[in-house]
């Protein structure tokens, strides 16, 4: 079991293997995230204890038992603020948060929203499947209207949530779609969303094998158009990424919808954390502070 | 009986009530004065009632107490509400232009000030307050410079003008009082004692940055905001991270991370918010990473009474999140205790790995005591437990070494694993909140199994005979054989105290039993003491006895009586007292004592 030190140089696939495989259904796109997250960091090279894999609940939750690298499952929809307190502890950590489209826009909405506004470094990987999967197939916030689940068998009739634009207008610094079906795109997708220096969100088409018969690999194949391939878009160009986003049909558009650079994250906004990150820090109130602190109430 | 004198200043909220309180605190404590100050107020920014009462005295002063011996009405509602309040010796002083007052009790003497001729109340909307504060000071026996001092710091930031201005109008009311007014029979004293003048919520806070809290985070609720406040302004000074988060729930959590990458983190809120992080202390303790939350109570259920006080959330503490779990939940006695028991919690749970309650009410939270600065020592003990960070050598088994035999969860006697935070090399582990093998792995989807389950549940409840031989048992403090034992928990210490102090010069022995430690209990020791006791008494804030239930729930026992308050304001020593002996007179088994104050 490979839980040494890890030099950069020295990290490969097999390190990143997790203690368990993956238990997800045969052909669930989330092994195809896995794969291209595995792949991001071997390509990056990041010492494996320096990374952090945190989920909610769900079956894409459970990916960090299937990395080895350092992980947290934690509750239902909290995963985001469990990452940001984990970041503003130690901001030398890279933080990578996985979870599905249930946890993420349903019961983890508020968390999405006020991760985003705050720029918290982090790359947030929702596997997205339209579906929710664990609790056996019901309707799910990116659910299209008319589709039929056990919760709604007469059809959908609510509309579903649009993650590219809520992201974009949450105030997301780097905003991307992947396709699980497309390993290459896909991993660099998330090297690019580690890499940026603020939030980073990326949807990925995830479908589920087992109760989404509507958003299969058959379906998505020949709709997702990588932006990439137009030379005219330019993923600066925050309307033009709003444009983009509305997108969704015969011609769904994946890859890099908006990235700036020049917005602090959250913890390089905060002087407190200037000499380092906190965990680093000086346990004790130095005593001349201490001491003004008793004598303003005197 | 020892000597107290208490000021309460009445007003609409936005009418400046907290300035002349604020001042009139600094002169005492200045003095070498004890004091407790307690703001009965409303949920509204402008309007709505409020009464400030300031209680001092040469030695401590735990409580309000029962008196008033000063009241300075700043509009008519107060006059009218409370005037009936004084009794003989008090003294009422209000503007004479505005304000009619009722009929006095005799041997209350009525201080009108004729303010627009003492004072220009077209340039200083608050001169009847400054007026006021001149005349009660000169009343009190207190020389003029003490009120020159604090006003100067008051209004330095305004100016030497309106410095000059506040000086010249309090000295009118000063002159004023020496000219018309008959001093307080007895002029208060002066001592040599120093003191900090603190609320609850400042202490907490102030204990935090004393525990190396190095994460804090809340959503604004009251009456824990000052928390937030206190902690929000000193960050920068104490290498605090504070963050205001989106909900209750996004504060556990996020407290949660943090103290996960290893650092100290704390979180207060009320009852409200406290249910919210239900779920996430059960991730904490599932996932062993501990962590502190304050529950500052107020009168419940649901929104409640927003600004009055109750012990009501005892049971929402107990059963907070599903399953079984250690925990640890304690109540500070008084202010100062707010202040001293943060590191005390802080070492219990990094010792336990789990969460920490700290059961805090408005009482405390947003009163203020006069705390001998020695007793905010910012070197306590700190014990971090069985942490490993690696390269920061804090806490125990700082090791670097590769140890590809590390389990998170190693099964040991004591139920401690060591723990160790994310990027230490050689430690990898993913932690779960479902449940898990030593390593960390699930076992509960397609590898669950009983014997494991067993395994894991049982090491981690063994924490819980850790914690309790870690707490000392309460004790009985007063006379052994009293004819009457007080039974109290938190807050209501220092009211019991008085009253047993009362009942005990009034030929009526009584003794005390005050809970801090509500989990762990001692159930054992307590019904050792109680056992002997003659006639047991449980005196709470809430309507169904909660921790009488608890007692009972826990070792069986029932007390004689109990006296229970549930009408968002605090007890008063006499309610007590009064109670104890309808009680002992065989008159019934439960009072709920009506509070006389309209507030």
């Not at chain 1, 990916?63 to 690298?69: A, H, M, R, S």
């Not at chain 1, 290459?184 to 088409?205: A, N, Y």
Request: glycine share 12%; charged share 20%; hydrophobic share 40%.
């Amino acid at each position: 079991m490979a839980t040494g030190v890890q030099r950069a140089s020295q990290l490969t696939v097999a390190d990143l293997k997790g203690r368990v495989d993956p238990d997800w259904c045969p052909g669930c796109g989330d092994f195809g995230v896995l794969a291209a997250i595995q792949k991001a960091l071997v390509d990056l090279q990041i010492p494996n204890h320096n990374v952090v894999a945190i989920s909610g609940i769900g079956c894409s939750s459970n990916l960090p038992g299937f990395i080895n690298t350092y992980g947290m499952h934690t509750l239902h929809g909290r995963a985001l603020a469990v990452a940001t307190g984990l970041k503003l502890a130690n901001h030398d950590l890279t933080v990578l948060v996985t979870g599905g489209d249930g946890d993420g826009f349903g019961i983890g909405g508020n968390h999405f929203i006020h991760t985003m506004r705050r720029n918290v470094d982090l790359l947030y990987i929702v596997m997205d499947n339209q579906i929710y999967g664990l609790t056996t197939g019901q309707t799910s916030p990116t659910s299209r209207i008319g589709m039929k689940t056990k919760s709604m068998p007469f059809g959908n009739i609510e509309a579903p949530v649009n993650p590219i634009s809520m992201a974009l207008a949450a105030g997301a610094t780097f905003v991307a779609r992947g396709f699980s079906g497309d390993q290459k795109h896909l991993t660099d997708l998330i090297k690019q969303g580690i890499e940026h220096k603020g939030f980073s969100f990326l949807d990925v088409f995830s479908p589920c094998v087992t109760y989404n018969f509507d958003n299969t690999y058959q379906w998505y194949r020949p709709r997702v158009k990588k932006l990439e391939d137009d030379s005219g878009y330019d993923a600066t160009d925050w309307p033009a990424a709003m444009e983009k986003s509305l997108l969704w049909g015969e011609e769904i558009p994946i890859g890099k919808f908006f990235e700036r650079t020049d917005l602090p994250a959250l913890h390089a906004a905060e002087p407190v954390l200037n000499e380092g990150p906190l965990l680093h820090g000086e346990l004790r109130v130095p005593a001349d502070v201490a001491r003004s602190f008793i004598e303003e109430l005197m | 009986m020892k000597q107290t004198f208490a000021v309460a200043i009445g007003g609409a909220a936005g009418q400046g009530v907290a300035t002349p309180g604020d001042i009139f605190a600094k002169i005492f404590s200045r003095r070498g004065l004890s004091l407790n100050a307690y703001n009965a107020y409303q949920s509204i920014i402008r309007g709505g009632h409020t009464l400030l009462t300031i209680r001092t005295g040469p030695e401590p002063v735990t409580n309000m107490g029962d008196r008033i011996d000063l009241l300075i009405p700043l509009n008519q509602d107060t006059m009218d509400r409370h005037l009936k309040l004084l009794g003989n010796g008090a003294s009422c002083i209000y503007n004479a232009d505005t304000i009619k007052p009722g009929v006095a009790a005799d041997g209350v003497q009525l201080c009108p000030l004729p303010v627009s001729e003492l004072a220009d109340i077209t340039r200083n909307k608050v001169a009847q307050n400054t007026l006021a504060m001149g005349a009660g000071l000169h009343m009190m026996g207190i020389g003029f410079p003490a009120l020159e001092e604090a006003l100067r710091e008051q209004f330095k930031k305004k100016g030497e003008a309106v410095v000059a201005e506040n000086v010249g109008v309090a000295r009118a009311g000063y002159d004023y009082a020496a000219r018309r007014f008959a001093a307080f029979l007895n002029p208060l004293p002066k001592t040599d004692k120093r003191y900090a003048v603190l609320s609850g919520n400042i202490a907490m806070a102030m204990g935090g940055a004393a525990a190396g809290v190095k994460f804090y985070c809340a959503y604004p609720m009251s009456p824990s905001t000052g928390v937030l406040h206190w902690m929000a302004a000193h960050a920068r000074k104490a290498g605090i991270m504070v963050r205001q988060v989106e909900d209750e729930i996004g504060v556990i959590n996020m407290a949660i991370g943090a103290a996960h990458g290893g650092v100290r983190a704390m979180c207060a809120t009320s009852g409200g918010g406290f249910a919210l992080m239900s779920e996430g202390l059960g991730m904490s303790a599932m996932i062993e990473t501990p962590v502190v939350v304050i529950d500052c109570q107020r009168a419940g259920p649901s929104t409640g009474v927003p600004t009055k006080t109750e012990q009501g959330d005892l049971w929402q503490m107990l059963g907070a999140a599903f399953g079984d779990y250690p925990r640890a939940i304690a109540a500070p006695l008084d202010i100062a205790d707010c202040f001293k028991l943060i590191p005390e919690m802080f070492n219990l749970v990094d010792r336990f790995q789990c969460p920490g309650l700290v059961l805090c009410d408005l009482l405390l939270s947003e009163g203020r005591l006069g705390v001998d600065p020695k007793d905010l020592d910012f070197h306590p003990v700190i014990d971090r437990g069985e942490l490993i960070t690696g390269t920061n050598g804090n806490g125990a088994g700082a090791g670097m070494a590769t140890n590809g035999d590390y389990k998170r969860y190693r099964i040991t006697e004591s139920g401690i694993s060591p723990r160790a935070v994310p990027g230490v090399p050689g430690h990898i582990h993913t932690v779960a909140t479902d449940e898990h093998m030593e390593d960390g792995v699930l076992i509960s989807d397609e590898f669950t199994n009983p014997i494991k389950r067993r395994a894991m549940m049982e090491k981690r409840m063994r924490k819980v005979a850790g914690i309790e031989a870690a707490v000392r048992p309460p004790e009985l403090r007063g006379p052994r054989d009293a004819e009457v034992t007080l039974i109290g928990w938190g807050s209501t210490k220092g009211v019991i105290e008085e009253a047993c102090e009362i009942l005990n010069e009034e030929g009526i022995s009584a003794n005390q039993l005050q809970i801090r430690w509500l989990v762990p209990l001692h159930g054992e020791a307590i019904l050792e003491l109680l056992r002997k006791a003659r006639h047991t008494i449980i005196v709470e804030n809430n309507y169904s006895g909660q921790f009488a239930r608890y007692l009972r729930s826990e070792t069986s026992f029932v007390p004689d009586g109990n006296i229970r308050k549930y009408d968002g304001e605090p007890f008063m020593p006499h309610h007590i007292v009064e109670a104890v002996k309808e009680q002992l007179g065989g008159k019934t088994k439960l009072s709920v004592p009506a509070h006389e104050i309209m507030v």
